[in-house]
């Protein structure tokens, strides 16, 4: 009988044993699921824009016949990039005024060919310039006087704003 109640006694023993290791293995997985959800609410701080601002033009300009530009390049990872402002010809004489990327720069000053700018005035005395660029890259402001042979007074203010990381 001793040997029967040795052999209940350890399998008694092995069930309790393996009743606490599955109880035990049962508190780390909820533990781990604990965890798992508890880091997935924990948002990373979220990286604050910063705004840059400038003036690609402030004051009075000279413009013969021909053109007067002014060139700025927007950095990789810029974006709502906007460039505005206004301008007024001296005695009421007219000037187009262009903000274009490099290759229509290209096409238009340097080739002749067609192009397609982000802004274009027409051929006015005063105007209001307000321009969305979607991309980085270099680009121009052109005040073009190319249809006169008179150089224009030109009072401007263009101001170039965007945010990037």
Do not use: C
Not at 35 to 50: K, L, N
Not at 94 to 100: F, W
Not at 122 to 149: E, K, P, R
Request: proline share 4%; charged share 10%.
């Amino acid at each position: 009988m001793s040997s029967l109640a040795s052999s209940s006694s350890r399998r008694t023993s092995l069930s309790v044993r393996n009743k606490a290791v599955g109880i035990i293995a049962i508190i780390v997985i909820i533990g781990l699921l604990v965890v798992f959800f508890v880091e997935e609410g924990v948002h990373q701080p979220v990286p604050t824009p910063r705004v840059v601002n400038r003036f690609l033009l402030n004051g009075t300009i000279t413009v013969d016949a021909g053109l007067y530009y002014v060139q700025f390049i927007l950095p990789s990872g810029a974006f709502d990039v906007q460039v505005s402002g206004n301008f007024t010809v001296g005695g009421g004489n007219n000037i187009r005024v262009y903000v274009m990327d490099e290759p229509n720069f290209q096409n238009w000053g340097v080739n002749g060919f067609e192009f397609s700018p982000d802004y274009d005035s027409g051929q006015v005395a005063t105007g209001n310039i307000n321009a969305t660029l979607s991309s980085s890259g270099t680009y121009y402001l052109v005040y073009d006087n190319s249809f006169q042979d008179s150089q224009k007074i030109v009072n401007t203010l263009v101001n170039l704003a965007y945010l990037t990381f």
